[in-house]
Structure formats: structure tokens, C-alpha cells
T-cell receptor, first 114, second 111 residues
Framework: AQSVTQLDSHVSVSEGTPVLLRCNYS??????LFWYVQHPNKGLQLLLK??????LVKGINGFEAEFKKSETSFHLTKPSAHMSDAAEYFC????????????FGQGTELSVKP | ETGVTQTPRHLVMGMTNKKSLKCEQH?????MYWYKQSAKKPLELMFV???????ENNSVPSRFSPECPNSSHLFLHLHTLQPEDSALYLC??????????FGPGTRLTVL
């Protein structure tokens, strides 16, 4: 069975410092992996996706994630946090050939201090 | 209107009421989804429609009844709900197996 674990429920950083949101997945096959962001009272927005091409994936707003098969990880990073990055972030896995079945992690709430 | 829209944005209903949530996508996609987002729990997929046909019902209670009259519109009909059904209900759409685009959600409170 496919699953995804976000290792931190809450992360707090200062503006201008790096962001690291951790995600580990469990999958018998090569999955597709996504990061979504949800700002308060808003729907989810796709940040980036991995679909077995380059292992380092660049997304919107300066975010990127690296797929590491040996570690079954797909951590999200950003070199310098901005106040507008404060939101809930979801790591998502979808099994091969089951693109409609998104399996969500519990979410990580990112706080950015001035 | 662009993207995925949902109405109403907020809904308060009693346990004996009947109400409907509406979702509309303006992206030309052929698949639509209903998700439930409860506090402290991962998003749960409820229903999937491909080309107006339901292809997934994730063991959802019958008090939730989806309807997809065409590939642009999706409804979720609600009746005799329970307080534990209070949640944010999100609609999404996609073109085939590509990434899903989400609406802003309907915040439902069941009294």
C-alpha cells in the first residue's frame, strides 16, 4: 500500500532563512509525488511534482524538492523564507497508473517570523 | 470565472436539513473529485468522476450523494448529516491522470 509521512507537523523559521519540510513515502513502485500548499481559507495549490524525470524538481515561488529513492524521501526546500510562505504544506503520493488517487500526508504548518 | 469555483463558501445546517454543494471547473478537464478535509486528519478522497461517470466511491456514507451532470459541474447533495461531518469540502478537477486543480472549498458546519 502507498502512504506518505510528513515528519513535522509544524515548522517555524525566520524570514530570510532556509526552509526544510520533510516527507517520506512508502511505495512498492515508482510513484508520482507532489507538494501542495494551502493558505488560510484557500484551496490547495500545486507547488511542484515529480514524475520519474529529473530527481531535482523546481516549483513555483522558489521551492524545490529532491526525490531520493534510496531514502524514500521527497523533502521540500527553499533557500530563503518569505512571510508569504506561511501556510500548510502537503506531501502527496499517487500510485502508478492511479492518477486519480491522491494520498495525502498529514500536512506541515509553516510559520515565518519577521 | 477561472479555475475551479465552489459555492457556497460557508454553510451551516441542522442534522435534518437537505443542502447541496456545487463545484464548477472552467479548465476543460474531464475528471472531477470531492475531498473531505477534517481538522487534524489528512485529506480524504470521497468520490471520483471521469467523463461524468463515477469511478471511485471511497466508502462514503449514503448521506452524501454526488451528482455529475456534465464534465464541468459536480454536486454533493447532503441529507441527515451528523456533527462529525463538519469539515472543509474540497472539489478538484484534472485532465486525465495529470495534476489536480483545487477549488477554495466549502466550510460546512453541522449543528
Amino acid at each position: 500500500a502507498q502512504s506518505v509521512t510528513q515528519l513535522d507537523s509544524h515548522v517555524s523559521v525566520s524570514e530570510g532563512t532556509p526552509v526544510l519540510l520533510r516527507c517520506n513515502y512508502s511505495s512498492s513502485y515508482s510513484p508520482s509525488l507532489f507538494w501542495y500548499v494551502q493558505h488560510p481559507n484557500k484551496g490547495l495549490q500545486l507547488l511542484l511534482k515529480y514524475t520519474s524525470a529529473a530527481t531535482l524538481v523546481k516549483g513555483i515561488n522558489g521551492f524545490e524538492a529532491e526525490f531520493k529513492k534510496s531514502e524514500t524521501s521527497f523533502h521540500l526546500t527553499k533557500p530563503s523564507a518569505h512571510m508569504s510562505d506561511a501556510a500548510e504544506y502537503f506531501c502527496v503520493v499517487t500510485p502508478p497508473q492511479q492518477g486519480g488517487k491522491l494520498i495525502f500526508g498529514q500536512g506541515t504548518e509553516l510559520s515565518v517570523k519577521p | 470565472e477561472t479555475g475551479v469555483t465552489q459555492t457556497p463558501r460557508h454553510l451551516v445546517m441542522g442534522m435534518t436539513n437537505k443542502k447541496s454543494l456545487k463545484c464548477e471547473q472552467h479548465l476543460g478537464h474531464n475528471a472531477m473529485y470531492w475531498y473531505k478535509q477534517s481538522a487534524k486528519k489528512p485529506l480524504e478522497l470521497m468520490f471520483v468522476y471521469n467523463f461524468k461517470e463515477q469511478t471511485e466511491n471511497n466508502s462514503v456514507p449514503s448521506r452524501f450523494s454526488p451528482e455529475c451532470p456534465n464534465s464541468s459541474h459536480l454536486f454533493l447533495h447532503l441529507h441527515t448529516l451528523q456533527p462529525e461531518d463538519s469539515a472543509l469540502y474540497l472539489c478538484a478537477s484534472s485532465q486525465g491522470l495529470a495534476e489536480q486543480f483545487f477549488g477554495p472549498g466549502t466550510r460546512l458546519t453541522v449543528l
